[in-house]
T-cell receptor, first 115, second 109 residues
Framework: NAGVTQTPKFRVLKTGQSMTLLCAQD?????MYWYRQDPGMGLRLIHY???????AKGEVPDGYNVSRLKKQNFLLGLESAAPSQTSVYFC??????????????FGPGTRLTVT | DQQVKQNSPSLSVQEGRISILNCDYT??????FLWYKKYPAEGPTFLIS?????DKNEDGRFTVFLNKSAKHLSLHIVPSQPGDSAVYFC????????FGTGTRLQVFP
């Protein structure tokens, strides 16, 4: 039982390049999330998904796109990376009952640097 | 407009003593509150939670207190251990979690 895994762990991009971060969970959770963490800012929600085929915007969605084609995977895309997107990205998933989600389980993070 | 505030960015406590981490929130619709612990280079891990129908929840050395009238919750760690050194986030929930900015706890021998 791997929990939540993220690929890659580290990445350096040049401004304007694109990339996709992959998140996978094996807990059969309905809900999945992408956060970014910057110094002194806590965790800010980028996008989330309440089920396969559905996505929604979080607090800081600009510059990112997501897809949830399979229940166990949640992809975060950067179409044209900017230095402001330098951050640590965390994926999480959670159990839910109806519209209520419970504690979230986090992946180990992806450290992204955009030069 | 910050809905969740952890006003102490850092806290230093001697091993064996009590650590008290505080969290203030503004939204009275929050119905469930969670605390997460985060070590460097790792993702946050769930620590303890409390429902808004309670004012206290205890799990071993960890106790969370909720004061709804003051919109304040606190996490008590007794006794504190060096392995508790981490960043602690409070995260109230409405339909999704809102994370505070975190408090870095350092427990020294």
């Amino acid at each position: 039982n791997a929990g939540v895994t993220q690929t890659p762990k580290f990445r350096v991009l040049k401004t304007g390049q694109s990339m996709t971060l992959l998140c996978a969970q094996d807990m059969n959770h309905e809900y999945m999330y992408w956060y970014r963490q910057d110094p002194g800012m806590g965790l800010r929600l980028i996008h989330y998904s309440v089920g396969e085929g559905t996505t929604a915007k979080g607090e800081v969605p600009d510059g990112y796109n997501v897809s949830r084609l399979k229940k166990q995977n949640f992809l975060l895309g950067l179409e044209s990376a900017a230095p402001s997107q330098t951050s640590v990205y965390f994926c999480a998933s959670s159990y839910s009952r109806g519209l209520v989600s419970y504690e979230q389980y986090f992946g180990p993070g992806t450290r992204l640097t955009v030069t | 407009d910050q809905q969740v505030k952890q006003n102490s960015p850092s806290l230093s406590v001697q091993e064996g003593r009590i650590s008290i981490l505080n969290c203030d929130y503004t939204n009275s619709m929050f119905d469930y509150f969670l605390w997460y612990k985060k070590y460097p280079a790792e993702g946050p891990t769930f620590l303890i939670s409390i429902s808004s129908i309670k004012d206290k929840n205890e799990d071993g050395r960890f106790t969370v207190f909720l004061n709804k009238s003051a919109k304040h919750l606190s996490l008590h760690i007794v006794p504190s251990q060096p392995g508790d050194s981490a960043v602690y986030f409070c995260a109230p929930r409405s339909h999704k979690l809102i994370f505070g900015t975190g408090t870095r706890l350092q427990v020294f021998p």
